[in-house]
């Protein structure tokens, strides 16, 4: 049922605005990929954290409402938690000149990502970069499918930093990596280190976040920009990851906390997911917003897609 579905992020609108130089007519509606479909029930997965940022695994179905294209839902179809433990793991590091004095940091805690987490098979673990100099101005698979064999360990540590930044190429080539090597019953997950920023990408904001969505895929990002104060970049980050229902992380996360706690967070998280679905409030073709808001805790924060593209088969 959920492969009938398009998600897309009502953000998008924002991330154009955000990216206007990258916006032309590559963020016309028109030209995303449209999906028709006769299923009557909306399936969200998502997880919960509470005022510590900790996860929430004491959920009912009674603690939240879902607000769908402003329309409030609390009679749920079903409710139950999900155990999300089989992950397919992807790295994606900004190796550009904008964030080079930060490049060996981030590639040790990606060397931390790999190593240490081994109830993640090392097959269900890769590593991407853009920018720097291994690949050009196209993104480039540093590892995949061995990331923890000594090769890919020394490729790892011999990449340098330099050159512009195709942030939300680098998106799509990572979607379209999962599309060709995503295991069954697996989620994907990107981890994305940058500061958010692009340069010479040749899609748009819009585009990327469009592709990674497709895939169902969950981004937690990492701010590697130097500044705690609200960039461009950082608007960016935070916005593709509270749109797939994933997490932003600050730059004071990047120089104070390091790898285990993102590879924590992922894992927490997931093993603290639920899935709900209701019966379709409305049969309005296009996008539906989506929002889940607490009933009773006003300290709990939801994390989940926040839109699906309706259109009936027939349209």
Not at 197 to 217: F, K
């Amino acid at each position: 049922m959920l492969a009938h579905w398009h998600t897309r992020s009502a953000l998008l609108a924002l991330l154009a605005l955000t990216y206007a130089s990258a916006a032309d007519d590559k963020n016309d509606a028109s030209g995303l990929p449209t999906y028709r479909s006769t299923v009557s029930e909306v399936r969200v997965t998502f997880f919960a954290t509470d005022e510590n940022n900790h996860p929430v695994a004491t959920l009912t179905k009674s603690d939240f409402a879902v607000v769908d294209n402003e329309r409030v839902v609390r009679n749920f179809r079903s409710f139950m938690h999900t155990d999300e433990t089989s992950l397919d793991v992807v790295a994606l590091v900004d190796l550009s000149e904008s964030v080079a004095p930060r490049c060996r940091v981030a590639m040790s805690d990606v060397l931390q990502l790999v190593a240490r987490e081994q109830s993640i098979p090392d097959d269900n673990i890769s590593v991407l970069s853009f920018g720097g100099t291994f690949g050009g101005i196209h993104p480039a698979i540093l590892c995949s499918s061995g990331c923890r064999a000594s090769d890919s360990m020394s490729r790892l540590l011999a990449v340098k930093s330099g050159g512009t930044t195709p942030l939300f190429d680098a998106l799509i080539f990572g979607a379209d990596f999962i599309s060709h090597h995503r295991r069954a019953g697996a989620r994907p997950v990107i981890i994305l280190f940058s500061d958010g920023n692009d340069t010479i990408s040749l899609h748009s904001a819009r585009e990327a976040l469009a592709a990674v969505l497709d895939e169902g895929a969950l981004i937690y990002s990492v701010d590697m920009g130097t500044s705690e104060n609200q960039t461009s970049g950082s608007t960016f980050l935070r916005q593709v990851s509270d749109a797939t229902g994933g997490r932003y992380f600050s730059p004071h996360f990047f120089q104070q906390d390091g790898a285990a706690t993102i590879l924590n967070a992922v894992l927490e998280d997931l093993r603290a997911s639920y899935v709900v679905t209701y019966a379709l409030p409305s049969h309005q073709v296009g996008f539906h917003s989506l929002r889940l808001l607490p009933t009773h805790n006003l300290d709990l924060t939801f994390h989940s897609r926040d839109s699906y593209y309706y259109e009936p088969s027939g349209h």
